[in-house]
């Protein structure tokens, strides 16, 4: 570059020279002169210029020298730029590929610890995809019946009154072992013992009769809620009912009251409504009572209840509530032996508006029953505890006490033993109480309950029946003592199936007396001890094993000739005391329900149940001299299969 810019300079220089060497005003020697100088010149600054070019092209040649080298060293640059690419391309691709290979030595051992959990997992994908399933069934079901109910309520409005109106159609069965002519309900206390003819025949009922109708009114008044309900069923008969050609059954009153409830929690109730004794899901309110799944509608041994009138006044404090109730009562006496020198109860009135077809009449009461009830829902489970007060009186005619000899009557029965002299109502105070605890060992899946109940004269608050009362000798009124227990356990595996089991019991304590029948020198004769009272083992149970021939206005002895037409009814086991001591039941069964959606819901289901019943032991004597040999002592025994099948639409 040096030399380049010296020749430039130089080629300046020499032009600077030339044009100096020629000035303007030059006269013509000069310009001879100078003419002839230019050959000399011109030569010399060819010289110069061929010298110069030289110069250049030998520079241009060393520019272009260095612009190969440097377009060298420009290409060696981009292959080495390219190499330490390719080499940094190639080393994150060992990296990738030694990543993958972790990768895949991971997944490899994670595989290995997964084969082993793959088949339980599977199988619970399988089963989650059947709750799926059955969740979504049930959610297009929800929206069903919201779209319907939106079409066509369920609801009817009257005058700011909701009405709704419900209940389910029923077609049922019932087989027993041993018959107790009795319908879809079971007598428990009625299963036939072994002496008891029906006790050797089979039945089959079927039965429409407890279909039920409901009507649910509600509606506000300030700040309160008003509820009125109304249920009825068939399960009542009149007189010329008959399940002949043409079934006449009545439609009865099951239960018909009101409600009013308060934003404190206060409550009121009155009308025919489930006993406050009925064990309840939450808290005390009518409609939230706990029943047994059963087809039964006698339900089951051991369980607690009562549907009568009652009124009842509520405290709810949220998870802890309080209630007490005036219930209607009745008075069922049992046991044998006793004088028939009083009464309890009553007929219904001809022209009155009670059966008067019903043998055991109608309590005249003189109280009502009281009932107290307290619930704990803390959360977990719902515990309950009732108390249980009963009055009860008879009317007693002292005088007219035929097995007492004369010295033992009152004074002034002026010497008769029929007489009215000294009549007297006799009242005895009856009670107890009774705990419940329901517990949800898994949350709407399982549940379980247990139920104690025990006290004197409260046996008709369960569903054996088993007598409240007895009689003393004199004709006094004696509370026998009761106890009451059930189990429950019920399962739902899914909301379309109901699978339950319950084993329950009930037992009446042995309540009995004697007094002595005295010599009598006219006509002469022992003295006696006569039993009365319920249980006593001296009663006579020897026809407890034993059947008896047919009873009735058409029956006759055979050989008699022309017998009446027509036939006589089961022998019922003649010299059978028979009071019972203890019942057990125990039932399983399951319901099915194939539709529950938006129109309804449909299901049927299945009760087997296995009932025993044992008396208190007796002999076979009814009232033996004192001198005698007592007979055996015999303790009867009963028990009954029962299986129950039921088919329901109920309404939406």
């Given at each position: 570059?040096?030399?380049?810019?010296?020749?430039?300079?130089?080629?300046?220089?020499?032009?600077?020279?030339?044009?100096?060497?020629?000035?303007?005003?030059a006269?013509?020697?000069?310009?001879?002169?100078?003419?002839?100088?230019?050959?000399?010149?011109?030569?010399?600054?060819?010289?110069?210029?061929?010298?110069?070019?030289?110069?250049?092209?030998?520079?241009?040649?060393?520019?272009?020298?260095?612009?190969?080298?440097?377009?060298?060293?420009?290409?060696?640059?981009?292959?080495?730029?390219?190499?330490?690419?390719?080499?940094?391309?190639?080393?994150a691709?060992?990296?990738?590929?030694?990543?993958?290979?972790?990768?895949?030595?991971?997944?490899?051992?994670?595989?290995?610890?997964?084969?082993?959990?793959?088949?339980s997992?599977?199988?619970?994908?399988?089963?989650?995809?059947?709750?799926?399933?059955?969740?979504?069934?049930?959610?297009?079901?929800?929206?069903?019946?919201?779209?319907?109910?939106?079409?066509?309520?369920?609801?009817?409005?009257?005058?700011?009154?909701?009405?709704?109106?419900?209940?389910?159609?029923?077609?049922?069965?019932?087989?027993?072992?041993?018959?107790?002519?009795?319908?879809?309900?079971?007598?428990?206390?009625?299963?036939?013992?072994?002496?008891?003819?029906l006790?050797?025949?089979?039945?089959?009922?079927?039965?429409?009769?407890?279909?039920?109708?409901?009507?649910?009114?509600?509606?506000?008044?300030?700040?309160?809620?008003?509820?009125?309900?109304?249920?009825?069923?068939?399960?009542?008969?009149?007189?010329?009912?008959?399940?002949?050609?043409?079934?006449?059954?009545?439609?009865?009153?099951?239960?018909?009251?009101?409600?009013?409830?308060?934003?404190?929690?206060?409550?009121?109730?009155?009308?025919?409504?489930?006993?406050?004794?009925?064990?309840?899901?939450?808290?005390?309110?009518?409609?939230?009572?706990?029943?047994?799944?059963?087809?039964?509608?006698?339900?089951?041994?051991?369980?607690?209840?009562?549907?009568?009138?009652?009124?009842?006044?509520?405290?709810?404090?949220?998870?802890?509530?309080?209630?007490?109730s005036?219930?209607?009562?009745?008075?069922?006496?049992?046991?044998?032996?006793f004088?028939?020198?009083?009464?309890?109860?009553?007929?219904?009135?001809?022209?009155?508006?009670?059966?008067?077809?019903?043998?055991?009449?109608?309590?005249?009461?003189?109280?009502?029953?009281?009932?107290?009830?307290?619930?704990?829902?803390?959360?977990?489970?719902?515990?309950?505890v009732?108390?249980?007060?009963?009055?009860?009186?008879?009317?007693?005619?002292?005088?007219?006490?035929?097995?007492?000899?004369?010295?033992?009557?009152?004074?002034?029965?002026?010497?008769?033993?029929?007489?009215?002299?000294?009549?007297?109502?006799?009242?005895?105070?009856?009670?107890?109480?009774?705990f419940?605890?329901?517990?949800?060992?898994?949350?709407?899946?399982?549940?379980?309950?247990?139920?104690?109940?025990?006290?004197?004269?409260?046996?008709?608050?369960?569903?054996?029946?088993?007598?409240?009362?007895?009689?003393?000798?004199?004709?006094?009124?004696?509370?026998?003592?009761?106890?009451?227990?059930?189990?429950?356990?019920?399962?739902?595996?899914?909301?379309?199936?109901?699978?339950?089991?319950?084993?329950?019991?009930?037992?009446?304590?042995?309540?009995a007396?004697?007094?002595?029948?005295?010599?009598?020198?006219?006509?002469a004769?022992?003295?006696?001890?006569?039993?009365?009272?319920?249980?006593?083992?001296?009663?006579?149970n020897?026809?407890?094993?034993?059947?008896?021939?047919?009873?009735?206005?058409?029956?006759?002895?055979?050989?008699?000739?022309?017998?009446p037409?027509?036939?006589?009814?089961?022998?019922?086991?003649?010299?059978?005391?028979?009071?019972?001591?203890?019942?057990?039941e125990?039932?399983?069964?399951?319901?099915?329900?194939?539709?529950?959606?938006?129109?309804?819901?449909?299901?049927?289901?299945?009760?087997?149940?296995?009932?025993?019943?044992?008396?208190?032991?007796?002999?076979?004597?009814?009232?033996?001299?004192?001198?005698?040999?007592?007979?055996?002592?015999?303790?009867?025994?009963?028990?009954?299969?029962?299986?129950?099948?039921?088919?329901?639409?109920?309404?939406?």
């Amino acid at each position: 570059m040096k030399k380049l810019a010296a020749l430039t300079l130089s080629l300046f220089l020499a032009g600077g020279t030339v044009l100096a060497d020629t000035p303007k005003d030059a006269t013509p020697q000069a310009a001879k002169a100078a003419q002839k100088a230019k050959p000399r010149a011109a030569a010399k600054q060819a010289d110069k210029s061929a010298e110069i070019a030289a110069q250049i092209e030998e520079l241009r040649k060393s520019l272009q020298a260095q612009q190969e080298q440097i377009q060298q060293l420009r290409n060696e640059l981009a292959r080495r730029d390219q190499q330490i690419t390719d080499a940094r391309n190639a080393a994150a691709a060992a990296d990738s590929k030694a990543s993958d290979a972790a990768a895949k030595a991971t997944a490899a051992v994670a595989n290995t610890v997964e084969a082993k959990t793959a088949s339980s997992t599977l199988v619970s994908d399988v089963n989650d995809l059947k709750l799926g399933s059955e969740t979504l069934k049930v959610a297009v079901q929800d929206t069903q019946k919201k779209i319907i109910s939106a079409e066509s309520p369920s609801t009817i409005h009257y005058k700011g009154v909701n009405l709704t109106p419900g209940g389910f159609l029923a077609a049922e069965t019932v087989y027993r072992e041993r018959a107790t002519s009795s319908d879809i309900n079971t007598p428990f206390n009625s299963i036939p013992y072994p002496g008891n003819a029906l006790g050797k025949v089979t039945e089959n009922n079927f039965t429409a009769r407890q279909s039920r109708l409901t009507l649910l009114a509600e509606t506000t008044i300030g700040s309160a809620k008003v509820t009125g309900y109304y249920e009825g069923d068939f399960l009542g008969a009149g007189t010329t009912s008959n399940n002949r050609q043409s079934n006449s059954y009545l439609f009865r009153q099951r239960q018909l009251w009101a409600n009013i409830t308060w934003a404190n929690g206060f409550q009121v109730a009155g009308g025919q409504m489930w006993s406050l004794v009925t064990e309840s899901r939450k808290g005390i309110a009518n409609r939230q009572e706990a029943f047994p799944l059963i087809i039964d509608p006698q339900y089951i041994v051991g369980w607690a209840w009562q549907r009568a009138y009652g009124f009842r006044v509520i405290k709810d404090f949220g998870k802890f509530a309080v209630g007490a109730s005036i219930e209607g009562p009745q008075t069922t006496i049992g046991g044998r032996g006793f004088p028939a020198n009083f009464f309890i109860n009553a007929p219904g009135a001809a022209g009155g508006l009670y059966n008067s077809f019903d043998g055991s009449g109608y309590t005249l009461n003189r109280a009502p029953d009281f009932l107290v009830k307290a619930t704990l829902d803390p959360g977990w489970g719902h515990y309950e505890v009732v108390g249980i007060l009963s009055d009860f009186r008879n009317r007693v005619y002292p005088c007219g006490n035929l097995p007492l000899v004369v010295a033992n009557l009152p004074a002034g029965c002026g010497g008769s033993v029929i007489s009215t002299f000294g009549a007297f109502n006799d009242s005895r105070v009856g009670g107890g109480g009774g705990f419940t605890a329901r517990l949800p060992i898994v949350a709407k899946k399982v549940d379980v309950a247990a139920h104690v109940q025990g006290g004197d004269g409260i046996a008709r608050f369960s569903s054996g029946q088993l007598a409240d009362v007895t009689a003393r000798p004199d004709g006094t009124l004696a509370p026998i003592r009761s106890a009451a227990w059930l189990g429950t356990l019920e399962l739902h595996p899914n909301p379309k199936l109901d699978i339950y089991a319950y084993y329950g019991g009930e037992y009446a304590a042995r309540t009995a007396y004697t007094f002595i029948i005295p010599a009598t020198t006219t006509p002469a004769a022992p003295a006696k001890i006569v039993a009365t009272g319920y249980g006593s083992p001296l009663f006579n149970n020897a026809g407890c094993s034993t059947e008896g021939f047919p009873t009735g206005a058409g029956a006759q002895p055979p050989g008699t000739p022309n017998p009446p037409s027509g036939s006589g009814f089961p022998n019922t086991g003649a010299g059978c005391a028979g009071d019972i001591h203890h019942m057990v039941e125990g039932t399983i069964g399951f319901w099915h329900k194939f539709y529950n959606g938006p129109k309804g819901r449909i299901q049927w289901g299945v009760q087997y149940s296995y009932l025993t019943k044992y008396a208190w032991s007796g002999n076979g004597l009814t009232g033996s001299a004192v001198t005698a040999t007592p007979g055996p002592s015999l303790r009867p025994h009963a028990i009954d299969n029962m299986v129950w099948t039921s088919f329901r639409y109920y309404l939406p």
